[in-house]
């Protein structure tokens, strides 16, 4: 269909707005779709995201009403925004053994006690909240504290129907743990193959359905369980948590190295525990140590995605079973751990884009006359 001298001032004006991220403008990507020119001088149109959990889609939004309310015959612009998520994954495809699963997002911490369990709650509930498909796998098979911390304190039951199993729904995130399966009062003393088994099954044996995004929780260290879920399914990408301290940095930098190895890309860094305010006299106390993970960002060259400030909410959340993105929304820690939900997301849209090789429209403009 041939367009218009108006629909294609209006593309030349949108022609300004720019993701800044992947560094082209919102026509060129593919962006902009259904426009609408009515003759009073409506334009409508709609901007599709390769996420709905955009942290800047409302300043695209009004940049794009800006842009187009500026031609002189426009009385009225209606922007819708929507969102595709795009594939980061391996060729930018998904994956027979978990079909309609978009993005694989493992959360991982060289070491135990950084709250690598708590972040990838929280990441998991807040791209929730951004308006994404989530599922939340914990496959810290020696360690399961998600159930805890999302508030199954009691045993779920688990159904199975067509031959496939369903995840709990828990804050609308589909869950899987093996704490749903194991007592709770035994310890799990398993070797290397039964681990693999175990991640294959939640993979495979469960029916996660359409999903934007699957948050795997990822036990500490370089063991069997990350070496599995990479050999098992191409990752879109891992987020490593640490605290500032040299210590956790130098358990990080392994594994860091591993996931390089088994080229896994790294979205980036999250630095949990950064400081305590003083609920007293407000002055901030960097108990661990001054930007760790940041200098751990840029020696491995990937972003640093954000500092999580130590506040007893977060940890009252997590025994409560009430992540603190949901229970205190406004506390700095929850901001902090919505920004870096935003940031992953980002970073995932990213790596999606670099998957088509850089340059392949990521949508198809429609035009629909009046």
């Given at each position: 269909?041939?367009?218009s001298t108006?629909?294609q001032?209006?593309?030349?004006?949108?022609?300004?707005v720019r993701?800044?991220d992947?560094h082209?403008d919102?026509?060129a990507?593919?962006?902009v779709?259904?426009l609408?020119?009515e003759?009073?001088?409506?334009v409508a149109?709609s901007?599709?995201?390769?996420t709905?959990a955009?942290?800047?889609?409302d300043?695209?939004r009004d940049?794009?009403r800006?842009?187009?309310?500026?031609l002189?015959w426009?009385?009225?612009?209606q922007?819708?925004?929507?969102?595709?998520?795009a594939?980061?994954?391996?060729?930018?495809?998904?994956?027979?053994l978990?079909?309609r699963?978009?993005?694989v997002v493992a959360?991982?911490s060289?070491?135990g006690g950084?709250?690598?369990s708590?972040?990838s709650v929280?990441?998991?509930v807040?791209?929730s909240q951004?308006?994404?498909?989530?599922?939340?796998l914990?496959?810290?098979i020696?360690g399961?504290?998600?159930?805890?911390?999302?508030?199954l304190?009691?045993?779920?039951e688990v159904?199975?129907?067509?031959?496939?199993?369903?995840?709990v729904?828990?804050?609308?995130?589909?869950?899987?743990?093996?704490?749903?399966?194991?007592?709770?009062?035994?310890?799990?003393?398993w070797?290397?193959?039964?681990?693999?088994?175990a991640i294959?099954?939640?993979?495979?044996?469960f029916?996660?359905?359409e999903l934007?995004y699957?948050?795997?929780?990822?036990?500490p260290?370089?063991?069997d369980a990350p070496?599995s879920?990479?050999?098992l399914?191409p990752?879109?990408?891992?987020v490593?948590?640490?605290t500032?301290q040299?210590v956790?940095?130098q358990d990080v930098a392994k594994?860091?190295a591993?996931?390089?190895q088994?080229e896994?890309?790294i979205?980036?860094?999250?630095?949990?525990?950064s400081?305590?305010v003083c609920p007293?006299?407000s002055?901030?106390?960097e108990?661990?140590g001054?930007g760790?993970?940041e200098?751990i960002a840029?020696?491995?060259?990937v972003?640093?995605?954000?500092?999580i400030?130590?506040?007893m909410?977060?940890?009252?959340?997590g025994?409560?079973g009430?992540?603190v993105?949901?229970a205190?929304?406004?506390s700095p820690?929850?901001?902090?751990?919505?920004s870096?939900?935003g940031?992953?997301?980002?970073?995932v849209?990213?790596?999606?884009?670099?998957a088509?090789g850089?340059?392949v429209?990521?949508?198809g403009?429609?035009?629909?006359?009046t």
């Amino acid at each position: 269909m041939a367009i218009s001298t108006r629909d294609q001032e209006v593309l030349d004006a949108l022609r300004v707005v720019r993701d800044p991220d992947l560094h082209r403008d919102i026509v060129a990507l593919g962006f902009v779709q259904d426009l609408t020119i009515e003759p009073s001088g409506v334009v409508a149109f709609s901007i599709n995201l390769t996420t709905p959990a955009c942290p800047v889609k409302d300043d695209l939004r009004d940049q794009a009403r800006m842009a187009v309310a500026n031609l002189p015959w426009v009385t009225e612009v209606q922007v819708k925004m929507t969102a595709n998520t795009a594939v980061a994954r391996g060729n930018g495809s998904t994956t027979p053994l978990i079909p309609r699963v978009k993005n694989v997002v493992a959360v991982a911490s060289g070491k135990g006690g950084v709250g690598k369990s708590t972040t990838s709650v929280n990441l998991a509930v807040a791209l929730s909240q951004l308006g994404a498909k989530v599922g939340l796998l914990d496959a810290d098979i020696y360690g399961p504290n998600v159930p805890l911390m999302m508030g199954l304190k009691d045993k779920p039951e688990v159904k199975g129907a067509n031959g496939s199993i369903e995840p709990v729904m828990r804050f609308g995130i589909k869950l899987v743990s093996i704490g749903f399966f194991l007592d709770e009062n035994k310890p799990v003393i398993w070797r290397g193959p039964m681990v693999h088994g175990a991640i294959s099954q939640f993979l495979k044996d469960f029916d996660w359905g359409e999903l934007d995004y699957l948050v795997v929780d990822l036990p500490p260290g370089t063991g069997d369980a990350p070496l599995s879920l990479s050999q098992l399914i191409p990752l879109s990408g891992v987020v490593i948590v640490t605290t500032p301290q040299d210590v956790a940095l130098q358990d990080v930098a392994k594994g860091m190295a591993m996931f390089k190895q088994l080229e896994v890309p790294i979205i980036g860094v999250i630095e949990n525990m950064s400081y305590f305010v003083c609920p007293n006299c407000s002055e901030k106390h960097e108990l661990f140590g001054r930007g760790g993970g940041e200098r751990i960002a840029k020696t491995f060259n990937v972003p640093f995605l954000g500092q999580i400030p130590l506040q007893m909410n977060v940890r009252t959340g997590g025994d409560e079973g009430k992540p603190v993105v949901m229970a205190d929304p406004e506390s700095p820690a929850a901001r902090a751990l919505s920004s870096v939900a935003g940031e992953v997301a980002r970073q995932v849209s990213v790596l999606a884009f670099q998957a088509r090789g850089n340059f392949v429209p990521l949508g198809g403009l429609t035009i629909r006359k009046t």
